[in-house]
């Protein structure tokens, strides 16, 4: 069965940094590229970046290009994500989400962790 | 970027009513649109990629189409599960972009 777990939300003050983690498990990690995608509660999803099987190429949106980094453990299974110089507007439910191949379905998602930015 | 616009916002039906929801790009993207589910305080679920291709598990009264720059999620007889909300999603950039989301409530 795939598995995605994510952990390492919490709450942090406006100007911190933060390091989310999402542990794989029920397939072969290395295999699939991986995203996040951010959900402030109530309001819609957005994608925020992708990173590809070897962790060769990654992509950002704008709202967080050069702010987060996207990586990937191969031999430990993990994705992260490197939030750095947060902003209030961070604020939502992260998921991590497999990409299920060339045509870009996310079709396993886990079921998120929550970052606060908030003094 | 790649602009996702979903009609309608909202929308309420009943059991056994057929609805459609719309969702359109701000170019062309080809067929690489996908279609989630998400109920409240659940991760979104794939139920449609590429446009019309039914993820393994998801029932046949869901059905997708369209290329291009327009397309179409259809539930042929509402059932109360469904009950949710719906978002488009667009992978022919590499950056991913998603509708606005449509609710779909019961009547």
């Known amino acids: 069965e795939v598995q995605l777990v994510e952990s390492g939300g919490g709450l942090v003050q406006p100007g911190g940094s933060l390091r989310l983690s999402c542990a794989a498990s029920?397939?072969?990690?290395?295999?699939?590229?991986m995203h996040w995608v951010r959900q402030v509660p109530g309001k819609g999803l957005v994608w925020v970046s992708r990173?590809?099987?070897?962790?060769?190429?990654?992509s950002y949106a704008d709202s967080v290009k050069g702010r987060f980094t996207i990586s990937r453990d191969n031999a430990k299974n993990t994705l992260y994500l490197q939030m750095n110089s947060l902003r209030a507007d961070d604020t939502a439910l992260y998921y991590c989400?497999?990409?299920?191949?060339?045509?870009?379905?996310?079709?396993?998602w886990g079921q998120g962790t929550l970052v606060t930015v908030s003094s | 970027d790649i602009q996702m616009t979903q009609s309608p916002s909202s929308l309420s039906a009943s059991v056994g009513d057929r609805v459609t929801i719309t969702c359109r790009a701000s170019q062309s993207i080809s067929s690489y649109l996908n279609w989630y589910q998400q109920k409240p305080g659940k991760a979104p679920k794939l139920l449609i990629y590429?446009?019309?291709s039914l993820q393994s598990g998801v029932p046949s009264r869901f059905s997708g189409s369209g290329s291009g720059t327009d397309f179409t999620l259809t539930i042929s007889s509402l059932q109360p599960e469904d009950f949710a909300t719906y978002y488009c999603q667009q992978s022919y950039s590499t950056l991913y972009t998603f509708g606005q989301g449509t609710r779909l409530e019961i009547k």
């Open positions: 990173i590809n099987s070897d962790g060769s190429s990654t």
């Open positions: 029920g397939f072969t990690f290395r295999s699939y590229w």
């Open positions: 989400a497999r990409d299920g191949g060339s045509s870009g379905p996310l079709d396993y």
């Open positions: 590429v446009a019309s």
